[in-house]
């Protein structure tokens, strides 16, 4: 039990440190695709139950699709908020954008999180601390993995970490309870490319 611990535990500080120390040194050409191999390899090492082929696909692709529907409306309603609209006229966005929103957020972002940290961490954790402080344990480390994006963009490094950290846990949640990673990694999608595309929109129109 106690070197299920010190491997949960080791895992958890390396995915930190990955995001926050040497993950933002990747070229942003190559960031994409080192990701979500590093995603892909964690999951297969600590042989995690992804739940990606029927009839598991099909109950994360049902729950997943009932989170984003609420998400999306979410973001479309809050758009035209004054604070929300002049937060998003003030977020910097990468050059290439479609690259973005078509490689970056999906394969970059969500398969390589989902995969590392819902797959690869949230498995080995609650083999050695049980299903909540495994999920607690997850949920921690992808909150503090958050900081350096926080400080780059200016992010309240707290809020930052809270709010991550909160969004860890629900999305380990749906991933449970569907038996499947695709329904975390529908809701992950939708909220980064819903909040990407409200950017974009927002920076584009004349003002």
Same mark, same amino acid.
């Given at each position: ?15 930190? $440190? ?9 070229? %942003? ?64 966005? %990468? ?6 929103? $078509? ?36 949920? $921690? ?67």
């Amino acid at each position: 039990m106690r070197a299920k611990r010190f491997r949960a535990i080791a895992l958890a500080a390396a995915l930190v $440190l990955w995001n926050g120390v040497i993950g933002p040194r990747i070229p %942003p050409r190559a960031h994409p695709l080192v990701h979500a191999t590093l995603g892909a390899a964690l999951a297969a090492a600590t042989r995690a139950p992804l739940g990606l082929r029927p009839p598991r696909l099909l109950s994360g692709l049902r729950t997943g699709a009932a989170v984003a529907a609420p998400v999306l409306t979410g973001v479309a309603a809050s758009t035209p908020l004054t604070r929300v609209r002049a937060a998003m006229a003030a977020r910097e966005l %990468p050059p290439h954008q479609a690259r973005w929103l $078509l490689l970056g957020i999906p394969v970059g972002t969500v398969w390589s999180e989902e995969a590392a940290f819902r797959g690869a961490l949230a498995t080995v954790a609650a083999e050695a601390f049980g299903p909540t402080g495994g999920r607690l344990l997850q949920s $921690l480390a992808f909150g503090l993995s958050h900081i350096a994006d926080a400080r780059a963009t200016g992010a309240p490094v707290v809020g930052t970490v809270l709010g991550t950290g909160l969004a860890g846990w629900f999305f380990a949640v749906l991933a449970e309870r569907s038996g499947s990673l695709a329904a975390p990694m529908l809701a992950h999608l939708a909220i980064n490319e819903a909040g990407a595309l409200a950017a974009i929109g927002v920076q584009r129109r004349p003002r």
